[in-house]
């Protein structure tokens, strides 16, 4: 069974930083890309930042320059280092693992984590 726990959300005021990890378990040969979305009440689910196993990241316009995503693949582990943080980061982030193979001959598949909660008060 694998598992993806985030953990780092809470309140801050604009212009603070927040941390944020997400640690993925269970048996695990691989996964290609990780990454970090949020979704805001009444909004779609939207890409923050995203890394894949080679390092090559991609990162949603409006956090660009104050967000950056890392990665640990040796501990199946994504970080985001949110900056500068505004009112309207405010959501709940979820961490994702695409093409996460648990065996090698297995296809990859998409898993999701419960989610985080992150407000920045004005």
């Known amino acids: 069974q694998v598992q993806l726990v985030e ?6 005021q604009a212009g603070e930083s927040l941390r944020l990890s997400c640690a993925a378990s269970g048996r695990i040969y691989s996964i290609n ?3 970090w979305y949020r ?8 890409l923050v930042a995203s ?3 080679g390092g ?6 409006s956090v660009k ?8 693949n040796a501990k199946n582990t994504v970080y985001l280092q949110m900056n500068s943080l505004k009112a309207e980061d405010t959501g709940a982030y979820y961490c ?10 297995e296809m990859g598949k998409d898993y999701w984590g419960q989610g985080t909660q992150v407000t920045v008060s004005s």
């Open 96 to 105: 994702a693992a695409h093409g996460l193979r648990r065996m090698s001959f």
């Open 65 to 72: 320059g104050r967000f950056t995503i890392s990665r640990d």
């Open 7 to 12: 953990s780092g959300g809470g309140l801050v």
């Open 51 to 53: 890394m894949s196993s």
């Open 56 to 61: 090559t990241t991609n990162y949603g316009e």
């Open 39 to 46: 979704q805001a009440p009444g909004s779609q689910r939207e």
């Open 33 to 35: 890309v990780m990454g």
